[in-house]
């Protein structure tokens, strides 16, 4: 590519730190700013922080604004509002509110006459792509998603709320004979409480009784009731040098079948050691696709199933066909 | 949909007569012709066999001709010729000559204002479009394939070559070990002789030296001789009733590295039962595309790189996003 794709990185905490790192790895995109709700002066690193209500200013300087906020509060607001002056491209992540979040940012982006890619990552993301790949050439079949081995933030904070507990991790792993049950095609019927472990790590604070908090935390609805779940009771040292990290993963199997009951199995697995930074690499590709939609004149809101690999790619179509297809 | 897309298969061998059998998965498609160059009433099976000269005259009649042949020498003069008249969609899978024949089949889709969709199944095919998405993602990264379990026609006509050989099948198969160490994010620097064995079960005439065979087999330079190569000798019986089967797979696997050297892995994985009937289940998908492309008004080659997945489902964009996203 003859010129740089210019962007901005809206929001500046784990996913926005990840994007940041991205981008040194691909040299066809050149970062402008950084834009946070923080006070500029108050953010740790990072060059050219800049606060959110100057992004205005930065219209015609900036291709594409990358938003790495959250998908509770942050996303609903700022990507209809960003989408009207700005292409985008987001990580919205809760499944249930993607078709009302894609009409909200559909009309603002069409309103602006730009391009915004929302809800890429992994799940929704690469995952979603997967499934539609893979229930598209095997339409009698059946699809498994397993996920981990990973941090869960939401049942780790809900060991954090146990009575007597300092801090706490929980990793959701799958059940590997589960998991090599469907690569053999034997089709098993399964509920997510089937398919996954919940392995805690937990701090107590001193004097704590526990039996009564691996009790409360193993009989916790919803959580952890229904799972298989082991406590490990670790010190506070420990917790932070084997347990800060943030890996992740899974997997996507389809087993179809076809003919005559030929079984023919699809799987599409990731191994993360790190869940932001990846979900920040596909961002970045993802980026380059709206670039060049934009560019081609295109607007309003789109999702990974509408957009070809080729433009994730920084080399042309003629390079492609030559050396990867 | 609520019309169905009318297509003709041309070619009546295994690919043919899979894509017969996906289609009778997929509702939305109406086959209305097997076009063959074999005299119609020597062909077994199949209703509305065809001769191959009559197929002008189902211009108007059919939106899509599904083309079956081999890539060696029927797809380089059918594809442009067809690609003139119908929209197409083929699986051309001789690596080193796809720029050439997207030029060919491009030029005659565009004059006859046709779609065709070249270079389908899995290699290339699916295996392509996760080799470009993995290395769009993870830009810092080593990628590996890996074939097999799988029938190797070319390595089982050599065995077939040898003398005093009555039968043979070849498989080739990835090393377990070397797949677990690229999964590890261990990076080994391999060949591709590093990565696979082959495992031979040969049927030989009577009285034929079984020890100079063998050795034929594993001396043999390109085929064998650089890898670890097993010879089973078998009765024509065993082999008919245990290795007839055309079962293949393979894995393409990236490890990839993100920001303070967090190693990120993305694999996809094949096991299929049948291959012939797994190539035209992922033909018949891609025929979708193409029928969809071209009521959009679009003309020309395209490859599986150009094509947004949301094209390859009978779902519509709003039922994608809320059910599979």
Same mark, same amino acid.
């Given at each position: 590519m003859s010129t740089t794709i210019k962007v901005g990185i809206v929001g500046y905490g784990n996913l926005g730190r990840g994007v940041e790192k991205a981008l040194k790895q691909n040299p066809d995109f050149e970062l402008r700013a950084i834009f946070s709700r923080r006070n500029p002066d108050d953010v740790a690193a990072g060059n050219g922080v800049v606060h959110i209500s100057e992004v205005e200013k930065y219209k015609g300087d900036i291709d594409v604004l990358i938003l790495c906020g959250g998908s509770a509060t942050d996303l609903p607001e700022q990507g209809p509002e960003l989408a009207a002056l700005f292409n985008t491209v987001d990580s919205f992540d809760t499944h249930a509110n993607i078709p009302g979040y894609f009409d909200k940012v559909n009309a603002a982006a069409l309103q602006g006459g730009n391009v915004s890619v929302i809800s890429? =990552?992994?799940? $929704? =993301?690469l995952f979603s792509l997967n499934r539609l790949l893979a229930e598209s050439v095997l339409p009698e079949g059946k699809e498994y998603t397993f996920w981990g081995k990973g941090v869960s933030q939401g049942h780790s904070d809900a060991i954090r709320r146990v009575e007597g507990v300092k801090n706490g991790v929980q990793y959701t792993i799958p059940v590997e004979s589960v998991v090599e049950s469907v690569r053999k095609g034997e089709d098993p019927v399964l509920t997510t409480k089937d398919k996954h472990l919940r392995e805690c790590y937990v701090v107590v604070e001193e004097g704590a009784d526990k039996a009564k908090i691996e009790r409360e935390i193993k009989e916790? $609805?919803?959580?952890?009731?229904d799972y298989v779940t082991t406590v490990n009771f670790i010190s506070e040292e420990e917790l932070k040098s084997n347990h800060s990290a943030m890996p992740h993963g899974g997997t996507v199997l389809r087993s179809g079948r076809t003919g005559e009951n030929n079984t023919q199995i699809i799987e599409f697995g990731l191994k993360l050691d790190s869940n932001p930074e990846f979900t920040a690499s596909v961002l970045v590709a993802y980026t380059r696709a709206v670039y060049k939609l934009s560019k081609d004149g295109q607007a309003g809101a789109k999702t990974v199933f509408d957009i070809p690999f080729g433009l994730l790619s920084p080399k042309s179509p003629e390079q492609l066909r030559k050396e990867l297809l």
């Open positions: 890429t =990552g992994w799940d $929704p =993301g916790m $609805p919803n959580y952890f009731a």
